[in-house]
């Protein structure tokens, strides 16, 4: 009997691909003279805001891309302005602060063409305490701190889609139908594939009710659902497949395997930055939220396109 082979790939659009790559390191930093820089009137009584929540999530983009401090990307703007002779105010490092906790981030994407295939993850990442290291060697002065990451990501443009961020204390599971509901209602979606973690009847159901396919593994020993619901019918249909083919055989023909390009984001997400700078929950959400918007905007400058060969 011959072994087994595994599957090759080759990337089909290699040149755009490494053209993408350098505009990423690139520190070209464009400012509209259009763009809305200062708040509009709002029409109420009382101070109006000085500057828009886009002037806002400019400064705080900067600030999480370079890993800097308030105060210095207040001075880091004022130098950019200076240099393409604009004359706005730039806001001081109080009144950053202060909004990063109402801001509505704006996290743009430019969707797959057909039905989107929601690649779901969740981890934690570090918002308090010592490093893992000192922790370990000198047992930290003050207790750690995490926060939970939840995603989903575009199979196809590995695009972040939708984004939700929790306590440690909040399990994988309860938050799938909020990611779910992040997806637009117009937005057809072909399936969602998450790990066993997910595999609980809310789960189930919320996927069953978008009229999505559900790519979960059923869990060791999984026993029948009672069929009383779409999503338990799907379920139960997995815990047969899984059992008839086996596990690796099920993962295989289903494409399961695609679930670790949201790993891979998952990674991505941590590289600008292993912990958290933002001491408020809420700051600590506008934070993620504007790297998923700048991993975005690196995802729309390319991504490579890959074919299996031989």
Not at 196 to 224: E, L, S
Not at 289 to 300: K, S, Y
Request: glycine share 8%.
């Amino acid at each position: 009997m011959s072994s087994w082979t595994p599957t090759t790939y080759k990337t089909r659009n290699w040149a755009e691909y490494n053209h993408s790559l350098k505009q990423r390191g690139s520190l070209s930093i464009w400012f509209d003279p259009e763009m809305s820089w200062e708040a509009e009137a709002s029409g109420r009584r009382g101070r109006q805001k000085t500057y828009s929540d886009a002037a806002i999530q400019a400064c705080l983009t900067l600030k999480v891309l370079f890993g800097l401090p308030l105060r210095q990307t207040t001075g880091f703007v004022e130098s950019l302005l200076k240099r393409v002779e604009l004359d706005w105010s730039v806001p001081d490092f109080s009144t950053l602060c202060r909004r990063q906790k109402t801001l509505s981030v704006a996290i743009p994407y430019k969707g797959s063409a057909g039905p989107l295939h929601l690649l779901v993850d969740s981890t934690g990442i570090k918002a308090e305490g010592e490093g893992e290291w000192n922790a370990r060697k000198h047992g930290g002065p003050k207790r750690r701190l995490w926060r939970k990451i939840h995603i989903g990501v575009d199979e196809e443009t590995l695009e972040i889609r939708a984004i939700e961020v929790t306590s440690s204390s909040i399990g994988d599971a309860p938050m799938l139908p909020d990611l779910l509901s992040q997806i637009p209602p117009d937005q057809e979606l072909g399936s969602v594939t998450a790990d066993g973690a997910y595999d609980t009847r809310k789960c189930h159901d919320a996927i069953a009710a978008r009229n999505a396919h559900a790519v979960i593994p059923p869990r060791k020993n999984a026993k029948m659902w009672k069929p009383d619901t779409a999503g338990a019918k799907a379920r139960n249909e997995a815990v047969r497949s899984s059992k008839y083919l086996g596990r690796a055989l099920w993962r295989n023909l289903t494409g399961y395997h695609r679930r670790s390009r949201v790993e891979t984001k998952m990674h991505c997400v941590k590289l600008l930055g292993q912990r958290l700078s933002a001491r408020d929950f809420d700051r600590q959400v506008a934070e993620i939220q504007i790297r998923a918007a700048i991993l975005n905007g690196f995802t729309a400058l390319g991504i490579p396109r890959t074919v299996a060969v031989g």
